[in-house]
């Protein structure tokens, strides 16, 4: 999912129960948040900013992008 403020940032889920921004222009990950106890299944970049991510475990987790602050759980 596209950045909603950024043209260049992209997060992505992972298999490895991680979520990941990514600057695109770099092709590189600029941070890598801890996001499930299983496999993070998908993930949406919202409005308002915020980070959600489904996983396997069954929850539903919300993040602030770290360029706004420390990653925090909802």
């Known amino acids: 999912s ?3 403020t950024n043209e260049h940032h992209l997060v992505s889920a992972s298999h490895d129960s991680t979520v990941k921004v990514w600057d695109m222009r770099a092709n590189v990950s600029l941070h890598t948040l801890a996001a499930h106890d299983g496999k993070a299944l998908c993930v949406h970049w919202a409005r ?3 980070i959600t991510s ?3 475990d069954g929850k539903v987790r919300e993040f602030r992008p770290p360029s706004e602050g420390a990653a925090s759980a909802a």
């Open 2 to 4: 596209w950045s909603t």
């Open 48 to 50: 308002n900013g915020r």
């Open 54 to 56: 489904g996983g396997s």
